[in-house]
């Protein structure tokens, strides 16, 4: 497992939780880390991406203005702050690790070579 995900869990409507996500064995250094969100019976969609060496960071229309990507160098670490959650955030959240966060159309690429084995979230109406 090359990136550990933790912090899930069950939430109600409007709660909040906190990704995290740490390298296993690396350094995220000058890489850009995302994290995906993947609904069951749907493939997994790009939430968020940080470009670490200039901290350029990229939203899904879907959760602008309610999760927030951060990181913490001294820590190696990079975190999902999810706010306002509602149902259709539930899911596996997966972190991923790469060089670049490449949008097309609105989307993140699926180029990442890491990845981890994500955490579930579960958003009760």
């Known amino acids: 497992v090359q990136l550990v995900e933790s912090g899930g869990g069950l939430v109600q409507a409007g709660g909040s939780l906190r990704l995290s996500c740490a390298p296993n064995?690396?350094?995220?250094?000058?890489?850009?880390v995302a994290w995906w969100h993947q609904s069951p019976g749907k493939e997994r969609e790009g939430v968020s991406c940080?470009?670490?060496?200039?901290?350029?960071?990229w939203y899904h229309d879907s959760v602008k203005g309610r999760f927030a990507i951060s990181n913490d160098k001294a820590k190696n670490m990079v975190y999902l702050q999810m706010d306002s959650l509602k149902p259709e955030d539930t899911g596996l959240y997966y972190c991923?690790?790469?060089?670049?966060?490449?949008?097309?159309?609105?989307?993140?690429?699926?180029?990442?070579?890491?990845w981890g084995h994500g955490t579930q979230v579960t958003v009760s109406s």
């Open positions: 991923a690790a790469d060089w670049s966060c490449s949008v097309v159309a609105g989307a993140l690429r699926d180029q990442f070579g890491r």
């Open positions: 064995g690396f350094t995220f250094n000058d890489h850009a």
């Open positions: 940080i470009e670490l060496a200039d901290e350029n960071i």
